[in-house]
C-alpha cells in the first residue's frame, strides 16, 4: 500500500526509470517502513544530489511522515543511461529503540 503511495507522488517528478523495493525485512521496524527508491528524470538535469533529493521529498510532502526511512538513488537520463547500477543497500546494524 505504502509503495504504490510512493510511486503515485512521485509521478509528479515524470520519471523515465522508477523503481521501488520494500526494505523492510532488513530492519526492525515492521512492515512498509525501509524503502529504497532508484528515479531516473529531466527534472534532476544539472541538480546536485542534495537539490534531487529536496525535490524528491517535496513531491513526498506528508507521505515522509508515514514510513521511517528511505535510500534514494537518483539520477538524470544522460546519467543513467552511463550508470545504469545502484548500491546494495546494507542490512540493518540496529540501535533502534525497537531492538531493545
Known amino acids: 500500500m505504502m509503495m504504490q503511495k510512493i510511486e503515485a507522488a512521485l509521478t509528479a517528478l ?8 520494500d526494505e523492510s525485512h532488513m ?18 538535469n544539472g541538480l546536485r544530489q542534495v537539490q534531487r533529493h529536496q525535490k ?13 526511512a528511505i535510500a534514494l538513488h537518483t539520477f538524470s537520463p544522460e546519467e543513467w543511461q552511463a550508470e545504469q547500477t545502484v ?14
Open 56 to 68: 524528491v521529498y517535496a513531491a513526498l510532502g506528508e507521505l515522509m511522515q508515514q514510513f521511517h
Open 27 to 44: 530492519h526492525s521496524r515492521g512492515a512498509e517502513s525501509h524503502f529504497k527508491v532508484v528515479l531516473v528524470s529531466e527534472a534532476f
Open 87 to 100: 548500491p546494495a543497500s546494507p542490512h540493518c546494524r540496529g540501535g533502534s529503540l525497537h531492538d531493545k
Open 14 to 21: 515524470k520519471p523515465v526509470e522508477f523503481q521501488i523495493e
